[in-house]
C-alpha cells in the first residue's frame, strides 16, 4: 500500500501541463470548456472496430491515459450505442461487419453523430474496396466528421472530437 | 528431436529465408506421415496456405510449414484434380491447423480431409461459390450479404445456458464472436467464431508491387507493424540476394523491441484494470505514451508502420535521440521494477491472476501452443533464441519462460520480457555501427518463393511471398501466432467463471486482425 500511494505521489499529475506535446493541453481544456458550454453534461462515446488493423483502437485507448485524460474532461466511453451521443468508426469497414455496424448505428439515439477514424475510416485505407472490404465508412453509414491519419495520433482525434461538439451539438 | 525418414534430396530445394529454410515436394502419403512424425517428435507447426498455380502448371498447391530445431521445412503438396483439389488434414495431429484448414477452403476453394465445413473467414458477404484467392477471380467485384446462420457447437444438460458475446465488444477492442455454455457462472464450454475483421489482404497484396508490399504487411496487425514489415522485408530481401546494412539491421531489432515493449506495458496496464486495480492502469499507460513519444523522435512515429521497408529502414537515429534514449530505458526500468513489486506483493492482484486461466504445460505442448502464451506455460520456444537472425545470432537473448500457466504466469512472462528487451535496446544501442541505412533491392526474379520470419512480441509472425514479373507480387501469405493461440483460449478458460474471462483473454492478447486477415 505504501509503495502504490508514494508511487502516486511521485508520479503526480500529469493531464497539464503534458511535458513533450504542447498542442494537447490547450485542445483539451478548450475541448472541456465546450463542453461545459454547449453540452453542459458529458459527452458519451461508442467505438466500434468495423475492420481494422487495430492500430487506430491503441491510439484510441491512448486518450483515456493520464496525458490526455479525456475522461477527466467529460468524455466517457460508453459500452451499449444505446448511451452514445457519438460513434466513433475505424477500420474499413468489412463485409463481415457491415451488419453489426449498421445495426450498431441504428441502436443510437437520433442525432447520431458518426466520427470515422483513421485512413481506412475516412477513404478505405490500403484496403480499399473489394469482395472482403467495403472500404470507408460512409459507404455504409452516414459520416458527419473524418480524421485521418494511420493510425491518428491522440491529438488529432480530440481535435475531431472538439470539432464535432462545436459543429453539431452547439444547437441541439 | 529426429525425423526418421529422410526426403529425397531431388525433392529438396533450398528457400530464401532469413532463418535457413528448405522445401520439399511430397505425396499425399509422405504429407500424412511427416505430420505424424513431426507431431510425435515435438515438431513446430508454424502455418499452412494454398495456392492457384492453374494457369502456371496446372494445378493447385498447398503449403505447410514446420519449426525443426535446425530450420524450417516447408512441404509442398499437390491437391490434384483441379476440379475437386483435397489434401489430408494436418488437425489431428496439430489442431490449430483445422481453422487455416476452414480458411484455405473460403478463400481457395481447396479441401481438406476434415469434415468440419462451416465457413470461417466467409459469413456470407461472398457467394460459396466464389473463391476469391483463385486468380481468375476478381477480387475487387463486391456482393450483398446474405447473413447465414452459424452452427455453433451445442452443449446440453440441466441448467446449462448459452451466453453469446460479440462480434461487437464494450470496450475499446477488435470484433469477435464468444458462446459460451454455462452452468450458473462456471463455464461448461466456449467455442469462438472469428474472422469478422477479414479484408482481403491476401488479395490485395497480389495488386501491389514487391517494394510496397511491406506498407500492407505492416498493416496486418497494428500492434506488430515492425514485427510483419520485417518479415516481409526479409522474404523480398532474401529472395533478391540483398544483404541489409548492419546498421538498419540493429535499427530494425531496436524498432522491434520497441514494440514489445509498448505492447507489454500497455497490456500490463490492462491487466491490472481487468483485476480491479486501475492504479495499474494509470501507470503503465503513461510509461507506454512515454515510450510512443520517444518512438516519434527515434524512427518518426508513435507506430512503427512505415518504418522498416526493402533495404533497410525509413529514418536514421540522431545521436541525441540515441542518448535520450539510453535515458528513457533506466527510467523505465526504474518504474516497472517498482511497479513489479507492487503489483507481485498485491494480494487483491494476485488473487485473481493466479489460477486464472490456466493451462497446463502438457496440453499447451499439444495443442501447439507458441510465442508468449507458450512461455507462459513452459512451452520453451523464441525464435530470437532458438532460431537467431540478424542481429539476434549476436544478442544472446535470454529465453523468459514460467511454468504454471495462468494469467499470473502470462503477467510474469510480460514483465521479464521487458527487463530482457530493455537489455537488448541498450546493447543494440552501444554497438549501432555507423553507415548506411538503407540499401537498393533489385527486382526479385519472378516465381521465387521466400520466407520471413519474426518473433513478434506475441509471438513468431511469418510471410511467405511469392514473386511475380516485373515486380509484381504473386501470391504473399501472413501468418501470425494468433492463429496457434486463439484455440487454446477455449481451454484455458474451462471451468473459470464467466466474470473471469475478460481477463484471461486479455493475458492471451491475440490479434483478431492479425488472425483474420
Ligand atoms: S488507418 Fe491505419 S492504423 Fe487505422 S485501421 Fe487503417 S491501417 Fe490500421
Known amino acids: 500500500m505504501f509503495d502504490t500511494l508514494s508511487t502516486m505521489l511521485r508520479t503526480g499529475i500529469l493531464t497539464e501541463p503534458a511535458p513533450v506535446s504542447t498542442e494537447a493541453p490547450v485542445v483539451i481544456e478548450t475541448l472541456q470548456k465546450d463542453l461545459r458550454n454547449i453540452l453542459g453534461r458529458a459527452l458519451c462515446l461508442r467505438h466500434v472496430d468495423a475492420g481494422s488493423c487495430n492500430g487506430c483502437e491503441l491510439e484510441i485507448q491512448a486518450l483515456n491515459n493520464p496525458y490526455y485524460n479525456l475522461e477527466g474532461v467529460g468524455v466517457k466511453f460508453v459500452a451499449s450505442p444505446r448511451h452514445a451521443d457519438l460513434l466513433l468508426v475505424t477500420g474499413p469497414v468489412s463485409v463481415n461487419m457491415e451488419e453489426a455496424l449498421r445495426r450498431t448505428y441504428d441502436a443510437m439515439p437520433d442525432p447520431k453523430i458518426v466520427m470515422a477514424v483513421g485512413d481506412c475510416g475516412a477513404c478505405g485505407g490500403i484496403f480499399g474496396t473489394s469482395y472482403a472490404s467495403r472500404g470507408r465508412v460512409a459507404n455504409i453509414v452516414p459520416v458527419n466528421h473524418t480524421v485521418s491519419g494511420c493510425p491518428p495520433e491522440p491529438t488529432a482525434l480530440l481535435r475531431g472530437i472538439l470539432q464535432i461538439v462545436r459543429s453539431k451539438f452547439s444547437d441541439s | 528431436m529426429h525425423m526418421s525418414f529422410d526426403f529425397p534430396a531431388q525433392a529438396t530445394r533450398q528457400l530464401p529465408s532469413n532463418l535457413a529454410c528448405r522445401c520439399v515436394k511430397v505425396d499425399a502419403a509422405s504429407w500424412r506421415r511427416a505430420a505424424e512424425e513431426l507431431s510425435a517428435s515435438g515438431g513446430r507447426f508454424l502455418t499452412l496456405w494454398g495456392a492457384d498455380d492453374r494457369g502456371r502448371d496446372g494445378r493447385f498447391r498447398i503449403y505447410a510449414a514446420y519449426l525443426l530445431p535446425q530450420d524450417v521445412l516447408v512441404l509442398e503438396h499437390d491437391p490434384g484434380d483441379v476440379a475437386n483439389p483435397t489434401y489430408p488434414s494436418l488437425a489431428s495431429q496439430f489442431p490449430s491447423a483445422l481453422r487455416m484448414e476452414r480458411a484455405i477452403y473460403d478463400l481457395l476453394g481447396v479441401a481438406s480431409t476434415e469434415p468440419d465445413n462451416r465457413g470461417w473467414l466467409r459469413h456470407g458477404g461472398w457467394p460459396e461459390t466464389v473463391f476469391p484467392l483463385r486468380r481468375d477471380v476478381d477480387g475487387t467485384q463486391q456482393y450483398p450479404v446474405v447473413s447465414e446462420a452459424y452452427p455453433f457447437l451445442q452443449v446440453e444438460g440441466d441448467g446449462v445456458h448459452e451466453i453469446a458475446v460479440g462480434p461487437v465488444h464494450a470496450g475499446i477492442i477488435e470484433p469477435g464472436n464468444f458462446r459460451f455454455s454455462v452452468v450458473g457462472e462456471k463455464v461448461l464450454r466456449l467455442e469462438e467464431r472469428l474472422g469478422y475483421t477479414h479484408k482481403g489482404i491476401a488479395k490485395r497484396f497480389e495488386e501491389m508491387r514487391q517494394h510496397d508490399g511491406y506498407r500492407l504487411a505492416a498493416r496486418l496487425s497494428g500492434d506488430s507493424a515492425a514485427a510483419f514489415s520485417w518479415a516481409y522485408c526479409a522474404a523480398l530481401e532474401a529472395i533478391a540476394g540483398t544483404v541489409c546494412p548492419p546498421r538498419a539491421t540493429n535499427l530494425r531489432a531496436l524498432a522491434l523491441e520497441h514494440e514489445r515493449l509498448a505492447n507489454h506495458l500497455g497490456d500490463l496496464g490492462a491487466l491490472g484494470n481487468d483485476a480491479g486495480f486501475a492504479f495499474g492502469l494509470t501507470q503503465f499507460s503513461r510509461l507506454k505514451e512515454d515510450l510512443l513519444r520517444t518512438n516519434v523522435a527515434a524512427f518518426g512515429a508513435r507506430y512503427l508502420m512505415d518504418y522498416i521497408l526493402p533495404g533497410g529502414v525509413a529514418l536514421d537515429l540522431p545521436e541525441h535521440a540515441s542518448r535520450a534514449l539510453l535515458d528513457q530505458y533506466l527510467t523505465l526500468e526504474r518504474d516497472v521494477k517498482n511497479l513489479r513489486s507492487i503489483y507481485d506483493e498485491h494480494g487483491g492482484l494476485q488473487d485473481r491472476f493466479r489460477e486464472a486461466g490456466r493451462l497446463e504445460k502438457d496440453l499447451a505442448a499439444k495443442l501447439g501452443a507458441i510465442g508468449l502464451v507458450g512461455r507462459a506455460s513452459d512451452v520453451c520456444c523464441d525464435l530470437r533464441v532458438d532460431h537467431p537472425w540478424a542481429p539476434y545470432d549476436r544478442l544472446k537473448a535470454t529465453l523468459v519462460t514460467q511454468t504454471s500457466g495462468d494469467v499470473a504466469a502470462r503477467v510474469q ?57 516485373d515486380g509484381a507480387i504473386r501470391r504473399c501469405h501472413a501468418h501470425d501466432s494468433s492463429w496457434q493461440n486463439w484455440p487454446l483460449l477455449e481451454y484455458a478458460v474451462l471451468g473459470n467463471i464467466v466474470p473471469d474471462f475478460p481477463l484471461i483473454n486479455k ?11
Open chain 2, 413 to 469: 512472462v510480460r514483465f521479464g520480457e521487458i527487463g530482457e528487451s530493455l537489455q537488448l535496446c541498450r546493447m543494440l544501442l552501444e554497438d549501432v555501427s555507423s553507415g548506411p541505412i538503407r540499401t537498393e533491392v533489385p527486382l526479385a526474379e519472378p516465381d521465387r518463393l521466400g520466407v520471413g520470419l519474426i518473433e513478434g512480441w506475441r509471438g513468431p509472425v511469418m510471410i511467405a511471398l511469392e514473386t511475380g514479373p
Open chain 2, 507 to 517: 493475458s492471451f492478447n491475440l490479434s483478431y486482425s492479425g488472425h483474420d486477415g
